[in-house]
């Protein structure tokens, strides 16, 4: 059955441009593909919000891999729920009260305290909504020594510290009302910028690590937008 249901989404969304111009396409099946096509906007928006924001609390979550997921599943849901109720808010179609309310911590610890052990919840309870500078580059270390066998210890926080600013300077509460190709882009934006900076202050060898570093940032991007397709 389920299947069959996918298949049918499927087919709905190769066909939405032409039914989008088709007037006799009933109204109730417009709403239908207007409405597959955003929740699966929606869910890439959070799975990709996870990778960057939550993928190490997960990682690090006690408990069999069924544990993990329905904590994952749980995230999942309040990010699509955030994301869904912003872009509503942008239309003029939900109001800035029901936005902030969804937005404030206090809600997604809610959803998320049932799953979670005391000493779990108290690591969630640490973290910002937003990724810190530290956590951003933890996420990044380990890919940068792999492919920087030149760079010094103080070289590689010359370069986690330049990616870092050009991140958290393209990212706000805003990006949730982007599509997941404008996500994409403002985050190769980044890179781009966060690699014409280092250019200036490396060269050599070193220059040639840091290069191959960003870009495996660019191809890890890409790949993790299309897997995200796939699981649609």
Do not use: W
Request: net charge negative; hydrophobic share 40%; glycine share 2%.
């Amino acid at each position: 059955m389920k299947k069959k249901l996918l298949l049918v989404l499927t087919l709905l969304n190769c066909l939405s441009p032409i039914l989008a111009q088709d007037t006799s396409v009933p109204e109730s099946v417009r709403r239908m593909i207007e409405q597959s096509q955003a929740s699966s906007q929606y869910e890439q928006m959070a799975r990709m919000q996870i990778q960057v924001q939550y993928r190490e609390f997960l990682d690090a979550l006690s408990g069999d891999v069924g544990h993990k997921t329905a904590v994952e599943s749980a995230l999942s849901a309040v990010l699509s729920e955030r994301a869904e109720l912003s872009a509503r808010v942008a239309s003029g179609r939900a109001s800035t009260a029901e936005l902030t309310n969804i937005t404030d911590y206090a809600y997604l610890r809610e959803r998320l305290a049932p799953l979670l052990s005391a000493s779990e919840l108290s690591v969630l309870d640490n973290r910002s909504n937003a990724p810190s500078a530290n956590q951003i580059k933890q996420q990044y270390a380990a890919e940068l020594t792999r492919l920087s066998s030149s760079l010094t210890a103080a070289d590689q926080d010359v370069v986690l510290d330049t990616l870092v600013k050009h991140l958290q300077t393209a990212s706000s509460d805003a990006a949730l009302q982007l599509s997941v190709e404008e996500v994409v882009s403002e985050q190769m934006q980044s890179f781009m910028q966060a690699s014409n900076e280092l250019q200036s202050r490396f060269s050599g060898e070193k220059l040639q690590d840091v290069l191959n570093f960003i870009n495996q940032l660019q191809g890890n991007l890409y790949r993790n937008r299309s897997m995200t397709e796939v699981t649609q």
